[in-house]
């Protein structure tokens, strides 16, 4: 009785030395799961996540306090890729957060256009060029679409457009038809 | 010429020709039309920049577009008139989209531009005869159009050890090959010459289907007897897809093309038998390319045929003049495996559109049923690969697994579609995922541009407000100081006031040296300024 | 946008329900004979069969909202009931095979997602569920010619359970060959001796009447592996395993182990590998795949047959296969062209 208590003690005497060890050791600095998910995620820095912008989504998943459906710009492809990196099951996209729509950008109307920087200020990539009294423009290859500028404007000045589709960005469909014996006719 | 060995290929379909119906007679040329439609992009690449305005009058032959990137092809007017408009119009796509073209009001003279001809070539270097081959809008003719110059390049190697003459032409109904080696079969073989002097090539195959004798015959006949020395033309069997550039190297050659790469890693390169006779005469007439043979056919046109028609003459006018019937219901440029819909006829011939098939719709199409896993698919597929795991795969969105199992490898040549029996339309899935993928890199690059961006940003705004902490610290310091030296010196306040009084004096005394308006004064007025002046220096005097 | 359909846009006209009736008229002339040495039970079998699995079917889409007319003209509901009443024995109530044709369609098949996608084969999962749960009827079976039941009394039997007068269903119905054969060789007899006893039970080659019952669906299978229906690999490895198996045990021991052409004509060897196992929606998709999966069910055969606790194994041995299917398949994936760079 004795001879089993002393070894199983010592064993895990053993053992827990050997894992503080290795928790010093072998520790690495910084959370490298957060870098993957935020490599995952869209940039679109728009917070419809409810987070302000896509690291503390991020970081939030990370830490367990956000789903990995919150993000509308994202999809289901983000969902799907986020469900695999993070070995969970993927779920549908919480709809309270956003629907997932087209990709767009924003342009500005420069009859109207004041000058006042506040949109400047709000775009999280910059993407809007100008400065105070003198005229402001979007540039639309660096656009997200994440419609922050689009409140702030005062004089309602900023509209949204669809991204004009060319030859090479056109995707062919997935094949639908009211042939397909395999979709619900209802 | 000797008999070669061939090799089998994989898979691959025997499908019904329909190909005498477009050959009973010889190739005519088109006539003019009245307006050409030349759109910028009609090649693989970058789209070519106008050099032209609208206004302007262009010769047969000038270029209208020129090429800046590397890919990419310059467009020449296929006749002379003037330049009307340079806007967006319909092209032959499956997508309907319009993109930017150069219209041109033909003006019925033909007027050609200056050509310079190069029959001494031999004695060219290869980079320069690239060039002209570039500078000529020489793209591949077979169908999809990558610039050819560029695959007259030898690589480092400098030789190559196989030229092919892609003259198969496998897929039913298309017969404009064919007619192009029975007709100009001299032609087609100085194009081969003039591009196996480009590759150095050592060996040079010309490739025809063994259902077309004539255009063999002819071509044998065209040799010269030196030619057939290095010149093999040879009967493959008739298949579809025998023509595909990699199952015909594997044909010819017994080597197989590596998955993801090209056929010059393994010393082979193909090119299409009207590419080559297109570069006879960019080369020796000094001619760019502004014309192709086009095979128009089909149930919906009463007298099929081939037609000698120049870049940007709309299809419906050529279907018109081949008798167009009730049956015209469906238009597809290219063959009825490998071709797209277009959904009006009113798009202009580009340098790719080989083939306008006008047939009726498919009365009663059938239903597309689940997949009962038969395997047909994949005994078919002349790529060796899974059809079926393809199709659940990219169903279920699945892109990762779907390159694992070679998804890019796929030709899209249709033979998988054409036996299942459930009628699943395999090769749209695959089309759909391939460009899924690419769409999803695309958005990839830009989201890590997006973050790059507002990570700057993030740093600016750090940085703006550290410069302002800095600034107010360096500010507050500053006051300190000045106030430290109040307290401590009066003698320096005194002397600090004393400097400023004097500073003030001497602007003041600066002010008042120069005197004006001193000529042609009065007696009165000159007593007068120096009872002021006196008066002045006494009271300087006191203070 | 959804309307754009790419190329191919012709098509050859091969359809599912083509290749499904060529399948069911490829097993008429095995079923004649059937109906020659074992009287009409199987045809009330089919009957009955049939028009439960198609009623099951209509009902089943229409809760799943699928349309209805595609899936009923492919013909697969109706081969699958034809197959199980083909296993069933001849002289059984009529709920035995509505039941099992039932359970085929809705559980094995429907249950799974429909057409494609059960990975089971939906007849021998009917087959096996009444095999277990009604073994007394399932294992009753009637002595080839010997009977002296018309069709009127076979169908009294299958509706009412009445058999004619002066005849009682235990005097009746006696094993099969093959498992009058295990029963006798655990005694202790040597097969010669159990063949030379009964003339009624063993024929030439096989059990009396079933080799011929074989020999038939031998030639019908021949027939669609030469119309292109079925491919060849699939039989060729299920008959070749268990002939190899077979000739193995017999050579070492002609008087306990059955010979090679006893098992391959005798109980449902030959409807099995040209029909059953062929079933393509649950077998392997790969050649070589093909190949391991034929071999796998003819070894389990010659195993469960010698050695398990059933007289027939084909059901057994095809579920047990149709498990290891996506194994087979995922690691029998074939080189793609230009993979190895060489021909």
């Not at chain 2, 307006?35 to 090649?43: A, C, I, R, S, Y």
């Not at chain 3, 009624?200 to 592996?225: H, S």
Request: glycine residues 8%; negative net charge.
């Amino acid at each position: 009785m004795l001879t089993t208590i002393i070894a199983i003690a010592t064993l895990a005497i053993i053992f827990g030395l050997v894992l503080g060890f290795a928790a010093i050791r072998f520790k690495v600095e910084g959370d490298p799961i957060v870098d993957k998910i935020d490599s995952v995620l869209p940039q679109t820095q728009c917070g419809q996540c409810t987070f302000p912008g896509c690291r503390p989504y991020a970081e939030a998943i990370a830490k367990g306090e956000a789903d990995i459906n919150q993000c509308p710009p994202g999809g289901e492809a983000v969902i799907n890729e986020l469900a695999d990196l993070l070995g969970v099951d993927p779920k549908p996209l919480n709809e309270e957060h956003g629907e997932h729509t087209d990709k767009t950008v924003v342009y500005i109307d420069e009859d109207i256009c004041i000058g006042c920087t506040l949109c400047i200020q709000a775009c999280p990539v910059d993407a809007i060029v100008g400065a105070a009294k003198l005229m402001h423009t979007v540039i639309e290859d660096e656009c997200t679409g994440c419609d922050l500028c689009i409140p702030v404007c005062p004089v309602d000045c900023i509209y949204i457009k669809p991204v004009t589709e060319t030859i090479s960005t056109w995707k062919w469909p997935l094949p639908g038809s009211s042939l397909n014996a395999e979709k619900e006719s209802s | 010429m000797m008999s070669m060995r061939l090799w089998k290929i994989f898979g691959g379909l025997k499908l019904p020709g329909f190909k005498s119906m477009s050959m009973s007679q010889a190739t005519q040329p088109a006539p003019l039309p009245k307006t050409l439609t030349l759109p910028l992009k009609q090649h693989i690449g970058i789209d070519a920049e106008p050099v032209v305005k609208v206004g302007d009058t262009v010769l047969k032959g000038q270029m209208i577009a020129t090429s800046g990137n590397y890919v990419s092809a310059p467009v020449h007017a296929p006749s002379s008139g003037k330049v009307t408009a340079i806007k967006k119009h319909r092209i032959p796509h499956p997508s309907g989209i319009e993109t930017d073209c150069i219209i041109i009001e033909t003006d019925g003279e033909e007027r050609w531009v200056e050509c310079k001809e190069h029959s001494n070539y031999r004695q060219l270097d290869a980079k320069t005869l690239r060039d002209i081959i570039r500078e000529a809008g020489i793209v591949g003719l077979g169908g999809a159009g990558f610039p050819s110059f560029i695959k007259l390049d030898a690589g480092s190697s400098n030789m190559i050890d196989t030229l092919i003459l892609n003259g198969a032409e496998c897929e039913p109904y298309i017969t404009c090959d064919a007619m192009l080696m029975q007709e100009q079969s001299r032609k087609v073989i100085d194009g081969l010459n003039i591009m196996r002097h480009a590759l150095q090539a050592k060996h040079c195959i010309i490739a025809v289907e063994d259902n077309k004798r004539a255009a063999h015959t002819m071509l044998v006949n065209a040799l010269h007897d030196h030619e057939a020395e290095y010149i093999d033309v040879i009967q493959v069997p008739t298949l579809y897809p025998a023509g595909g550039e990699k199952q015909l190297i594997k044909t010819l050659t017994g080597k197989e093309v590596p998955s993801n790469g090209l056929p010059i890693n393994i010393g082979v390169v193909c090119h299409n038998v009207a590419t080559a006779a297109a570069t006879a005469t960019a080369v020796l007439e000094g001619k760019p390319l502004i014309s192709r043979y086009v095979t128009i056919t089909g149930e919906g046109v009463d007298h099929p045929c081939n037609l000698d028609v120049l870049f940007g003459t709309p299809f419906s006018e050529l279907i018109n003049l081949c008798g167009r019937n009730s049956h015209a219901e469906q238009f597809i440029m290219g063959g009825p495996m490998m071709g797209f819909e277009i959904s009006n006829d009113d798009v202009p011939v580009i340098k790719t559109s080989n083939c306008i098939l006008v047939k009726s719709e498919n009365p009663t199409p059938d239903y597309i049923m689940p997949c009962i896993r038969c395997g047909q698919c994949a005994e078919v597929c002349p790529a060796q690969l899974l059809p079926q795991q393809l199709y659940w795969y990219s169903r279920a969105k699945n892109f990762d697994k779907t390159q694992d199992y070679n998804l890019f490898d796929c030709i899209e040549c249709g033979c998988c579609s054409y036996v299942c029996p459930s009628h699943i339309p395999l090769v749209q899935y695959f089309r759909f995922a391939k460009t899924e993928i690419w769409t999803q890199e695309q958005e990839k690059e830009k989201s890590d541009i997006a973050r790059q961006r507002h990570e700057f940003r993030q740093f600016r705004m750090e940085r703006k407000k550290a410069e302002n902490e800095e600034r107010k610290r360096q500010k507050r310091e500053l006051l300190k100081k000045v106030n430290k030296e109040k307290d401590n010196s009066e003698d320096a306040k005194k002397a600090a006031i004393e400097a400023a009084m004097a500073r003030v004096k001497a602007r003041r005394e600066a002010q008042h040296t120069a005197q004006e308006n001193t000529d042609n004064l009065t007696d009165e007025q000159k007593h007068l300024i120096a009872e002021i002046d006196s008066r002045r220096k006494k009271a300087k005097d006191k203070s | 946008m959804s309307d754009i359909h790419s190329s191919p846009y012709i098509q050859n006209n091969e359809t599912i329900s083509r290749m499904m009736l060529a399948v069911i008229y490829a097993l008429i002339p095995g079923t004649l004979v059937y109906i020659h040495f074992f009287g009409f039970g199987v045809l009330i079998n089919i009957f009955i069969a049939v028009i439960t699995a198609i009623a099951c079917e209509v009902i089943i889409l229409k809760i799943r909202h699928r349309p209805v007319k595609p899936f009923i003209y492919d013909g697969t509901a109706v081969l699958t009931a034809i197959l199980l009443a083909l296993a069933l024995p001849t002289l059984t109530p009529w709920w035995l095979a509505a039941l099992g044709a039932a359970f085929a369609i809705i559980i094995a098949k429907h249950l799974y997602g429909g057409m494609g996608y059960n990975p089971f084969n939906p007849a021998m999962v009917g087959y096996a569920m009444l095999l277990i749960a009604f073994p007394k009827e399932m294992t009753a079976w009637i002595p080839a010619e010997t009977h002296g039941l018309n069709f009127s009394d076979t169908l009294n039997y299958s509706l009412f359970e009445i058999l004619p007068a002066g005849m009682s269903y235990d005097a009746l119905t006696m094993a099969t060959p093959l498992d009058s054969i295990k029963t006798q060789l655990s005694l202790g007899y040597t097969l010669d001796e159990i063949h030379n006893s009964s003339a009624t039970l063993f024929g030439n080659i096989a059990g009396y009447g079933w080799e011929w019952i074989n020999i038939m669906f031998l030639i019908g299978g021949l027939i669609l592996i030469f119309i292109k229906v079925i491919s060849w690999h699939i039989p060729a490895a299920m008959l070749g395993s268990l002939a190899f198996m077979a000739m193995l045990f017999n050579f070492s021991d002609a008087g306990s182990y059955s010979s090679v052409s006893f098992h391959l004509f005798g109980g449902a060897a030959m409807l099995g590998a040209f029909f059953i196992a062929t079933d393509p929606v649950t077998a392997a998709a790969s050649t070589k795949g093909r190949l391991i999966y034929g071999a796998g069910i003819g070894i389990l055969i010659y195993i469960i047959r010698t050695w398990g606790g059933y007289p027939d194994a084909i059901a057994f041995s095809v579920l047990l296969m149709n498990m290891a299917v996506p194994m087979i398949d995922y690691y029998t994936k074939p080189a793609v062209f230009g993979a190895t760079g060489k021909s």
